[in-house]
């Protein structure tokens, strides 16, 4: 079945540092979505990309979608501990009716100040 | 607050007992989703309405879950016969038609625990 990957599943970086997370789309996507969810909170929409090689920026996150509308990355400039979370890459179905998304595991930011 | 609302906020229940939750999307939005979330993964399609019809199920869901969406507003999702496997975090989201933006708004989830 359609699946979405994200590495690295956990990573931890010092105050200041930079942070990417990948994610794999084993189809192609009409869109990539990213979602923020902070330690015992709910998922909060970040973005979304349509095109092909898209790049958006807000503020010190940076998010790319791959030419072949398969991978998407999420880059975090210089984090700060307000950065502290799990990010999540979604995808709408293959078999989309109706917006339903196919999440990644997602990748957990613990950051150190 | 405009946002999607979920309640209860814990539910903690006995093997074998029936549960209920309700979620009430934000009021413009036609599309609800009942997602479950377990520690370290991410939500999980469960189903999926628009206004008031179900359009599709998860097949990974049992017979033992139902949900409904009466006049296409607030929708509540069952559990019957609880097990220990079903205990993890529900979360409702709904979207709109509207526009290109497919993003889904996220409730604060219900979290439950099958003892």
């Known amino acids: 079945g359609q699946q979405v990957m994200q590495i690295p599943q956990y990573q931890h970086v010092q105050e200041g540092e930079d942070f990417t997370t990948y994610c794999n789309s084993s189809?192609?996507?009409?869109?990539i979505q990213w979602y923020k969810q902070r330690p015992g909170g709910h998922p909060v929409f970040l973005i979304q990309?349509?095109?092909?090689?898209e790049v958006k920026k807000q503020k010190r996150l940076t998010f790319q979608f791959g030419e072949a509308k398969k991978n998407s990355s999420l880059h975090i400039t210089a984090t700060q501990t307000t950065d502290v979370g799990t990010y999540f890459c979604?995808?709408?179905?293959?078999?989309?009716?109706?917006?339903?998304?196919?999440f990644g595991q997602g990748t957990e930011l613990s950051v150190k100040p | 607050d405009t946002g999607v609302s979920q309640d209860p906020r814990h539910k903690i229940t006995k093997r074998g007992q029936n549960v209920t939750f309700r979620c009430d999307p934000i009021?413009?939005?036609?599309?609800l989703y009942w997602y479950r979330q377990t520690l370290g993964q991410g939500p999980e399609f469960l189903t999926y309405?628009?206004?008031?019809?179900?359009?599709?199920k998860s097949r990974l869901l049992s017979d033992r879950f139902s949900a409904e969406r009466p006049k296409g507003s607030f929708s509540t999702l069952e559990i019957q016969r609880t097990e220990q496997g079903d205990s993890a975090m529900y979360l409702c989201?709904?979207?709109?038609?509207?526009?290109?933006?497919?993003?889904?708004?996220f409730g604060q989830g219900t979290r439950l625990t099958v003892v």
């Open positions: 989201a709904s979207s709109s038609l509207a526009g290109r933006l497919e993003a889904a708004f």
């Open positions: 009021s413009e939005h036609n599309r």
């Open positions: 189809t192609t996507l009409s869109n």
């Open positions: 979604a995808g709408p179905s293959y078999s989309n009716q109706g917006g339903k998304l196919i």
């Open positions: 990309l349509v095109k092909s090689g």
């Open positions: 309405f628009q206004n008031e019809a179900q359009l599709e």
